[in-house]
């Protein structure tokens, strides 16, 4: 009887200490530092195949759908793509969320082993796919490109989509990111505007700056504007102006880290003219405003022009004033020996989506991506998010709005002349010297040559660092 | 009895104890570890790499520029929000004129004065992003062309964005300060103003020679905090300025650093080592702190 408190006590402390021990050992497990699973590797559960369902993807399995909630917004993965999946897989169970922080959220899935199926990897806040393909986290499409389309059994997907997008969803020699939508860069306009003040869209560097003095003098509104805040809106036109004096190769070679790239002429040269057109005719406290608050100024009538992407029209919708009529025009012709002729344009496949290789299901994700490259499908996103898509074809017969539709005809006239860079995608580190420098060069802090010299040094830094997966391209 | 005692505080402190070593002593026992391989954030089996991210900081640029503006915001924000906290705790609990109440109204500017405590720090940010816009009509702007003078670039300036961030850090904590250091005043029994303004003490007299001295603990305590809020400033910076730290890194602090190279370079490895250097920063600032401020306490 006297030992029965002491057993009591004694029972209550070791329970205490166990109640102590097991949790900690648990939650460290379960803590930051990713634990085992090192693996689980591609393998694709293929079941029974069928013209209904060449990818024999399972019919009770669930797929989960993670969206990008930015400037697309989201309606057009529940309204469009997932019921058209839906109608094929009654079966399969999607499982659709959307945010606004994809690194954020979807980060710790991916360090624990348990990433969804589909991601749209987009926004400021997306997932580096460097460090994704590194690490065998990207499912191979290749399996999507050899797949007949969802439209005609008879034509691969491959052949339905802009071969560009091929390229640049291919990470480490494998296609494995789908860039859905289609940008388009040049300077955008109200066709409201310039048609009241019987202003021409300029074909050369000359007619250019004259429109600018033209509208300088008038007074009624600044000519020209930015995103000072995101120096990347600059850079763009900085490189593609590049581009169209030397050639393709000039953002090649800036791609491929060469010695000398951004010390090459063309470069240095569209540096300077945009580097007057910022000393000259900027609206007042550009290099502070983001692109927010520069397309509302556009938008307002206090400025003219602005540099942009083919999203602005969609991302501007619930402030354009009625009848803005938005419309873009590629850069002008520098001198009449431009390496590229007259409409050429920055086109680039972009909005990258892909399928987790170690996620449960990634054959159902593949299928989704099937689903979206229909004409059917394309086309509804684009009139939908007036966001043209790599799917060939798509807009024919649509309704589109205006700018888009100068968007595809500006498509249509470039051709085969079209340009882009990548190393924005593949080294952060580098676009962010390249943003800083050219918000210093465009307040004039830095002379073009400074500036060169001074991304040079990053490129040649991250040429030298063996921790940074190098990329190429040819 | 004793025995008895010693197990009612063990088993109250277990809890605690437990979820600060899984919360707060675990994680951090962790960033020494990532800081020591190559983890980049996705992959299941980060490599070791010892000191290889400690070396690599060493020529990092950006990161020593990060760290000089902590460094200036060390020494600045808690000499500018001490100052002027308690200048306005003096006014409002014995700057009146009788020398021994506070100023008229001084209830209403208490409250006043802690508004900007109660926002969050991002509201802080983007609310100051209008304040200090940089055309014509931003609020401070359209002060400063009705003087006719040229608009000037608050936070697009490289020159002047440093000096916008303390601003607004300063502004923001003033306010707690100001409760605090009241809180403080008001625990000085009253008879010792009375006797020193008898004495023919002036207001300066008696803020020197009687509420500095009486408050040095107040005043020591909320140094080491703000100096570690000024070690640790993230928010405001990172909302508030141009390219995250920007423009071209003339705002940038360690701890948008860590950000920027952990959630956007996808660096966990690198950014781990910035942690801990940060990490022994702010130990080494608390420590130095209460040394150097240790002075004769008085007794009252």
Partial sequence: MANTPLTRRELLRSAALAGMLLPAAGALSACATPAGDSGASQAPTAGATSAANPLGIPQDKPLEIVIFDGGLGEKYATDIHEPLFKSKHTGVEIKHSATKEIAKTLQPRFASGNPPEFVNNSGANAMDLGALAQDGQLYDLTALLDAPSWDDPNVKVRDTILPSAIELGTYGGTFNVLPYCNTVWGIWYSKKLFDEEGWQVPKTWAEFTGLLDTIKKQGRMAPFTYAGKHPFYIYETILTLAAKIGGVEVLKNIDNLQPGAWNAEPVITSATAWQEIGAKYLMEGTTGLDHIQTQLAHNKGQVAMLPNGSWVENEQKDTTPEGFTYAMFPLPDFTSSDAMPYGTVHSRPGEDYFVSAKSANPLAGVEYMRAMLSKDAAGRFMELVSTPTIVKGAGDGRRLTPGLESVAAALQQAGTNTTFFRFRQWYLPMHDEVAAATGQLMSGRLTPKQWADRIEKKAAEIKGDSSIVKFTRT | ?300
């Fill in chain 2, 1 to 300: 009895m004793r025995y008895h005692r010693a197990r009612f505080v063990a088993g109250f402190l277990a809890l605690p104890v437990l979820l600060y070593v899984v919360y707060v002593i675990a994680p951090y026992a962790q960033a020494f570890y990532i800081a020591m391989t190559n983890w980049r954030g996705v992959s299941a089996t980060p490599q070791f790499i010892g000191l290889e991210n400690f070396r690599r900081l060493l020529d990092d640029s950006v990161f020593w520029r990060a760290v000089a503006h902590n460094g200036v915001l060390l020494v600045l924000m808690p000499v500018l929000t001490i100052g002027i906290a308690l200048f306005f705790a003096f006014l409002l609990n014995v700057g009146g004129t009788s020398g021994v109440a506070g100023i008229r109204g001084a209830r209403f500017y208490r409250v006043v004065f802690f508004f900007p405590q109660v926002l969050a720090v991002a509201i802080v940010a983007v609310l100051f992003q209008q304040v200090f816009q940089p055309r014509g009509n931003g609020m401070l702007n359209s002060v400063v062309t009705a003087l006719g003078l040229e608009p000037i670039g608050f936070l697009s300036n490289p020159d002047i964005a440093l000096w916008s961030v303390l601003g607004v850090l300063v502004w923001q904590a003033v306010g707690f300060y100001v409760v605090l250091f009241s809180a403080g005043m008001a625990s000085i029994p009253r008879d010792m103003f009375e006797a020193a303004s008898i004495d023919g003490a002036g207001r300066v007299q008696l803020f020197f020679r009687v509420t500095l001295p009486l408050l040095w603990d107040t005043i020591q305590v909320g140094w080491v905090y703000l100096g570690i809020a000024a070690l640790d400033v993230f928010a405001v910076v990172w909302v508030m300025t141009a390219e995250h730290g920007g423009p071209d890194s003339s705002t940038t602090v360690m701890a948008a650093e860590i950000y920027r190279n952990a959630f956007q370079y996808f660096r966990f490895g690198y950014a781990s080592a910035m942690g801990v250097v940060l990490f022994f920063f702010t130990v080494g600032f608390a420590v130095v702190a209460l040394r150097l401020s240790r002075r004769e306490r008085v007794e009252f």
